[in-house]
């Protein structure tokens, strides 16, 4: 009785059919590929104020706070950064949000008639 079922599994794991098997499927095994997504981190950038002889403290200061949630120190602090450095970071964030306060700043300075310039660089 051994060598019979032996020899019928046997018979199963080659891929032929054998009793009770009617489905005619071909060689019994099946390939299973498991795909694992993997998510990237979107890059980032760095927002940037650029420092010019014109704009007003006070002005750059409402700036950080008005667009970059600042609160008055750390405007302040941003702000005498620019200034001492030329340059100052706001914040930095994925592209599409980099790019929308930049434009949110480049136009509310020219609004008011300000040549402050803001920039993103990717970080």
Same mark, same amino acid.
């Not at 032996?6 to 059919?17: M, N, T, V, Y």
């Given at each position: 009785?051994?060598?019979?079922?032996? @020899?019928?599994?046997?018979?199963?794991?080659?891929?032929?059919?054998?009793? /009770?098997?009617?489905?005619? $499927?071909?060689?019994?095994?099946?390939?299973? =590929?498991?795909? !694992?997504? +993997?998510?990237? +981190?979107?890059?980032?950038?760095?927002?940037?104020?650029?420092? %010019? %002889?014109? $704009?007003?403290?006070?002005?750059?200061?409402?700036?950080?706070?008005? @667009? @970059? *949630? !600042?609160?008055?120190?750390?405007? =302040? +602090?941003?702000?005498?950064?620019?200034?001492?450095? /030329?340059?100052?970071?706001?914040?930095?964030?994925?592209?599409?949000?980099?790019? =929308?306060?930049? $434009?949110?700043?480049?136009? @509310?300075?020219? *609004?008011? *008639?300000?040549?402050?310039?803001?920039?993103?660089? !990717? !970080?």
């Amino acid at each position: 009785m051994w060598a019979a079922d032996h @020899f019928i599994k046997a018979r199963l794991s080659a891929g032929e059919e054998g009793e /009770g098997d009617h489905q005619g $499927t071909g060689n019994g095994t099946a390939v299973i =590929t498991r795909t !694992k997504t +993997r998510l990237k +981190r979107p890059s980032l950038y760095r927002v940037l104020l650029l420092n %010019d %002889d014109y $704009t007003p403290m006070d002005f750059v200061i409402h700036v950080l706070e008005r @667009f @970059f *949630q !600042k609160n008055r120190e750390d405007a =302040t +602090r941003i702000m005498l950064h620019v200034h001492n450095h /030329g340059v100052g970071e706001c914040g930095i964030y994925t592209y599409e949000v980099a790019e =929308t306060k930049v $434009t949110q700043v480049m136009d @509310f300075a020219r *609004q008011h *008639q300000h040549p402050l310039q803001c920039v993103m660089e !990717k !970080k």
